[in-house]
């Protein structure tokens, strides 16, 4: 059973950088998709960016293309997210999911092809 825990979060200055991290075990991630999706408060789940393949496919959501790469390390069994120029409107709950990479279709962006999620590490870009 493929468990994540995601790490990394924290406070940053607007147009600063933080790298989360998400860790697997149980199960090899290259043998999932992978997205990162965040949630500010009051706001609905969004995903910000998405990889499968050891990073030959990667896809990110509008606002952060340029700011933000997914990157995978698979000796570690980690993919990274590292997070630049950073905005307030980057504050939420960001959370890694998983989803087999039998997945049929582009790099899914939404919430319901993930059956496996990690507990969310907070970000809070504030001056």
């Known amino acids: 059973q493929l468990q994540l825990v995601d790490s990394g979060g924290g406070l940053a200055q607007p147009g600063g950088s933080l790298r989360l991290s998400c860790a697997a075990s149980?199960?090899?991630?290259?043998?999932?998709?992978v997205a990162w999706f965040r949630q500010a408060p009051g706001k609905e789940r969004e995903g910000v960016s998405c990889?499968?393949?050891?990073?030959?496919?990667?896809k990110y959501l509008a606002s952060v293309k340029g700011r933000f790469t997914a990157a995978t390390d698979d000796a570690k069994n980690t993919i990274y997210l590292q997070m630049n120029n950073l905005t307030i409107e980057d504050t939420g709950v960001y959370y890694c999911?998983?989803?087999?990479?039998?997945?049929?279709?582009?790099?899914?962006?939404?919430?319901?092809?993930?059956?496996?999620w990690g507990q969310g590490t907070p970000v809070t870009v504030a001056s």
């Open positions: 990889i499968r393949g050891s990073g030959l496919v990667t």
């Open positions: 999911a998983a989803t087999p990479a039998t997945y049929r279709g582009p790099c899914p962006m939404a919430l319901a092809p993930y059956d496996y």
């Open positions: 149980g199960a090899t991630l290259n043998d999932y998709i």
